[in-house]
Structure formats: structure tokens, C-alpha cells
């Protein structure tokens, strides 16, 4: 059955690379998104973060695995690979439906969340200093200013009624946004747009991105490959199978012949 040895090699190393797919996409979240935004998001979300990447991981790592035993011939170890691989597929579906259905909630509730902690911490700009630099980073970087419009800032001790951060400004000199309130066409001076509806807009479209062109893809090479796996695991057992039938024959054939030899030297 050598083919179906060679179907299954080229089937677990297919595994890994899809696995590396799935470790990028985590990191592409995590880089972009979860570290970088970290004081504004949720726990949950690292934790969501984190399996993913350790799902890449873990798929990468089996799979190679997989394929070594395949060549072998390791029949337990192809077995335990095999298992764990099926595991992680099926969880991997599991929390895919699971987000899918869930999605409106989970973006709602990611919305609250970052509402309420961008609220905290521009109440501290200007006083903390970590608090400030992630303001201006992100106001800069994003093209936003405050949390859902720019007047949010008027409600702070730093805004005092009429004032904005510096990063807020379409160009950015010292002092270019004091007494915005006061001007009569605030749009040719500073942004206007908050930074939650901006952030969550691109978080959007790159999640829509990556479960498109990414995740869901990656999801539909899986269940085909575990369906290929089973299938060429069922010849490679008959193989196995017979290999070690062929042993032991062999094994009790030699056996016999030294006993017989050992008769006709006791005879002589």
C-alpha cells in the first residue's frame, strides 16, 4: 500500500501549512489589534487570541508529526497523530459555528467594553502618562479624535470645556487644539470622528477579511484532509497489518528450521 503512504505524507504536510495559516491569522490579530489596543479590550478576547494560536501551533506540530510516522512506519504514533488532529479539527468547527452565530453579540459586547475603557482612560490623559501615549498614538494613527466624536473631549479635565489633544489635529503643531470649541468650522482644524466607531470599523473589515480569505478556507482543507487521513488509514492499517503478519511467519518459520537442524545434528 505504498501509495496510500504517500497520500497520507502528502496530506499531513498539507496539515501543516494550513496549520501555519492558522498560527498567522492569530498573530495577525494579535499583533494588530489585541496588543496593540490592550488597555481598550476585553480578556476574552486575548483568551480567543491565544487558542487560535495555539491551535497553528499545535496543528503544525502533530502534523509533522504525522507525516514522520507515516514514512516510518510508526502505526501507533500515525494513530495518535491522526487523533489528536481529528480533536483540534472538530473544536476548530466547534468555536467557528460558535462565533458565527454569535458574532452581533460578541461585537456588541466588544463595543461596550471598549466604550467604557476608552472613557476611563481619557479621563486620565494628561495625568497618566501611558494613558496619554495611547491616546495620541491612536488619534494620530487612526485619523480619530475621542471616544464616539471629538466633543468628548470637552467633558475632561484636560479638554476643560473647549479644548482637544494636539493628535487630534489635521496638522499637528503645539497647541492646535485649544479653544476648538469656539471654532465655527471645527472640521478644517481637527477630526471630528471618534476613535470606537473608526476602530471597530477596521476590526470589521478585517475580520471579515481574514474568515473569508483565511479562516473559512483553512476550515474546508481540514475536513477534507481528515477525510482523506481516515480513509488512507484504513489501508495503511491493513498494510500494518500484514507487514507484521509476514514478521511473525517468518519469525516462527526460522524457529522451526533451527529445531529441525537441531534434531538431525542430535541424530548424526
Not at 466588544?110 to 496619554?132: I, K, R
Not at 481574514?210 to 491493513?238: D, I, K, N, Y
Request: aromatic residues 10%; negative net charge; charged residues 10%.
Amino acid at each position: 500500500m505504498a501509495v496510500a503512504k504517500y497520500i497520507a505524507f502528502a496530506a499531513f504536510i498539507i496539515f501543516a501549512g494550513t496549520g501555519i495559516a492558522v498560527g498567522y491569522t492569530g498573530g495577525s490579530l494579535l499583533t494588530a489589534y489585541v496588543a496593540y489596543l490592550s488597555p481598550w479590550l476585553p480578556g476574552w478576547l486575548w483568551i480567543a487570541v491565544g487558542i487560535i494560536m495555539v491551535l497553528g501551533v499545535g496543528i503544525t506540530a502533530t502534523s509533522t508529526a504525522g507525516a514522520i510516522a507515516t514514512l516510518a512506519p510508526k502505526p501507533k504514533a500515525f494513530k495518535t497523530c491522526l487523533s489528536l488532529l481529528l480533536l483540534m479539527v472538530v473544536t476548530e468547527l466547534a468555536g467557528t459555528t460558535l462565533v458565527y452565530k454569535k458574532q452581533h453579540v460578541l461585537g456588541q459586547a466588544l463595543s461596550s467594553y471598549m466604550a467604557h475603557s476608552m472613557h476611563v482612560t481619557s479621563v486620565d490623559y494628561g495625568l497618566n502618562v501611558s494613558d496619554t501615549q495611547l491616546w495620541d498614538e491612536i488619534q494620530m494613527e487612526m485619523n480619530c479624535c475621542g471616544v464616539v466624536s471629538y466633543k468628548d473631549w470637552f467633558l475632561t479635565t484636560f479638554g476643560n470645556g473647549t479644548d482637544v489633544p494636539d493628535s487630534c489635529c489635521l496638522l499637528v503643531v503645539e497647541g492646535c487644539g485649544k479653544d476648538v470649541a469656539n471654532l465655527a468650522v471645527p472640521d478644517d482644524e481637527v477630526i471630528t470622528e471618534g476613535c470606537l466607531p473608526t476602530v471597530l470599523h477596521s476590526i470589521g473589515i478585517d475580520y471579515h477579511s481574514l474568515s473569508r480569505g483565511v479562516w473559512l478556507p483553512v476550515c474546508a482543507m481540514h475536513v477534507a484532509l481528515m477525510v482523506l487521513l481516515v480513509a488512507t488509514s484504513m489501508f495503511l492499517q491493513e498494510s500494518y497489518t500484514a507487514t507484521n503478519l509476514r514478521a511473525y511467519s517468518m519469525s516462527s518459520s526460522a524457529v522451526d528450521n533451527s529445531h529441525k537442524y537441531h534434531q538431525l545434528d542430535e541424530d548424526c
